[in-house]
């Protein structure tokens, strides 16, 4: 059986330092939809690589 490398899951604090922005910011992202990210058990998590190609997107645009 081949074993995958779990991905990465952030935490608001871990995405927020990654970012260089508060974590004010990225709860008023969440609130607004900006930015891509799953609730597990009451908490936000983010997957890098989706964050990655959401910052992506933002420069593009």
């Known amino acids: 059986m081949k074993k995958t490398i779990p991905e990465k899951l952030l935490t608001i604090d871990e995405l927020a330092s990654y970012l260089r922005v508060s974590r004010r910011t ?3 992202w969440l609130k607004k939809g900006k930015i891509p990210a799953v609730k597990l058990v009451g ?3 983010f997957k890098k690589d ?3 190609a959401w910052l ?3 420069t593009l645009s």
């Open 26 to 28: 990225i709860y008023e």
């Open 43 to 45: 908490q936000w998590r």
């Open 56 to 58: 992506e997107s933002q």
């Open 50 to 52: 989706r964050i990655d």
